[in-house]
């Protein structure tokens, strides 16, 4: 590697680099032709696929000469922050040939893409994390949660479901405008939820299935109010998303998942609500796997806090932020941060309490996932015990649901 630094260069990628670019992907993340006809794409499609993200996101490569060796692209998104709507960076893509690891060629490209993301004035960086510790050395943290659950045929026996509800169920297209519709007022009303454009639509289904089905439940008005994407295959329904708007909806959901109830031995799905599906059945002796599922980072704290909400109810408290951001150094510094009125607001006033974490923490913090009492536990922030109980009654405490990555 001696002498090679000298060579390498980082620039844009366009559309015109899509073969370099869908290589590199291939290869780190070894998708086969087999993975490909599996999923019902030819190799051709996977990259024509691949044209909006080169040409809506921010994509980097390091070249060594006319090599791409490695890459990272942010794609622009927007997502519900605690019901207001903020304009994200959402890393994906990022791979590095081998024999190019392990000399700091993605931390270039992604202290870059932090950057970037600054001067669009998107100040929050979201990824799914091939490896935790890797992305925490960056500022990265957990943020949400992706459950994993497994229902017998009898805990779904149409006797066991005490609740009907009065509406009706209805199959529908994979693209039904009034689908798509549901999932964004869903996501209006869903702290964490990202807005879905065409191309998160697009990588949603990459890999489903033709088979894979969507219903949607109406009340008795004839009103949409929420859906599930599944497919069944072995006896086994596989429940992709279940998405409602109110109890009455989820209800309708699983009435529908037990009118199944002769055709399958079980169902599987996932969730990324801070519930747990045992509790809502009759029967909760079921199998259910919490792990990690994304993680974010602040990029810029000052930037962030502009359109943050808070607790209405509480008292006005200025907190003196004291963060830790090797980097981002723009972010390592103290902020006075004014809540009142549920915003919160950078200001040059006096402090009521002094806190101290790192931009990772604050990261979880903010977001919801973590509460101080709990980081001041784990020794993730520094305070005393008063100003802890304060920031924790001052802060909305909402796990993000998080279910779409890039």
């Known amino acids: 590697m001696h002498g090679l630094d000298q060579e390498l260069t980082i620039r844009s990628l366009t559309t015109d680099d899509l073969d370099e670019y869908n290589s590199l992907l291939r290869y780190a993340f070894q998708v086969t032709e087999e993975d490909l006809q599996r999923a019902g794409w030819r190799d051709d499609e996977i990259m024509q696929s691949k044209f909006p993200i080169l040409e809506r996101a921010d994509v980097l490569g390091c070249w060594n000469g006319d090599e791409l060796v490695s890459q990272i692209a942010v794609y622009p998104l927007r997502m519900n922050i605690h019901s207001s709507i903020y304009d994200i960076g959402h890393v994906t893509s990022v791979s590095t040939y081998p024999e190019y690891s392990g000399h700091g060629l993605m ?7 932090l950057v970037r993301m ?6 929050l960086a979201l990824l799914y994390p091939f490896s935790i510790p890797l992305y925490r050395k960056f500022g990265w943290e957990i943020v949400s949660n992706k459950i994993s659950y497994k229902v017998k045929d009898t805990q779904i026996h149409p006797g066991r479901i005490k609740d009907r509800a009065p509406g009706y169920v209805r199959r529908v297209e994979w693209n ?3 689908f798509m519709n549901l999932h964004a007022r869903f996501a209006l009303k869903t702290h964490g939820c990202i807005m879905r454009d065409s191309v998160a639509w697009d990588e949603y289904w990459r890999w489903d299935e033709e088979d894979t089905l969507v219903a949607i439940y109406y009340d008795v008005e004839d009103t949409a109010t929420g859906y599930m994407v599944y497919s069944i295959k072995t006896d086994i329904m596989h429940i992709k998303e279940m998405v409602y708007l109110n109890m009455e909806a989820q209800k309708g959901l699983w009435n529908y998942i037990s009118a199944h109830y002769s055709m399958i031995d079980e169902v599987r799905g996932y969730t990324y609500r801070n519930e747990l599906m045992a509790f809502m059945l009759e029967d ?3 199998s259910e796997t919490i792990r990690p599922y994304m993680m974010a980072r602040i990029v810029d704290v000052e930037m962030f806090f502009e359109d943050y909400r808070t607790d209405d109810a509480e008292a006005d408290v ?3 932020f004291e963060i830790e951001d090797s980097f981002a150094e723009w972010n390592n510094r103290t902020f006075n941060v004014l809540f009142h009125g549920g915003r919160a607001e ?3 006033m006096d402090a009521d309490h002094r806190v ?5 923490t604050m990261s979880t913090l903010l977001l919801g996932y973590m509460s101080a009492t709990q980081l001041s536990r784990l020794e993730r922030i520094e305070g005393s015990e008063e100003a802890i109980e304060a920031l924790d009654e001052i802060l909305i405490h909402d796990i993000p649901y998080i279910s779409d990555y890039i």
């Open 107 to 113: 931390k270039r490209l992604l202290r870059l893409s």
């Open 356 to 360: 101290r974490m790192t931009i990772g």
């Open 346 to 348: 950078v200001t040059g």
């Open 284 to 286: 909760g002796n079921i």
């Open 318 to 320: 200025c907190f003196a």
């Open 176 to 178: 039904d405008p009034e």
């Open 118 to 123: 600054r001067e669009d004035r998107r100040s």
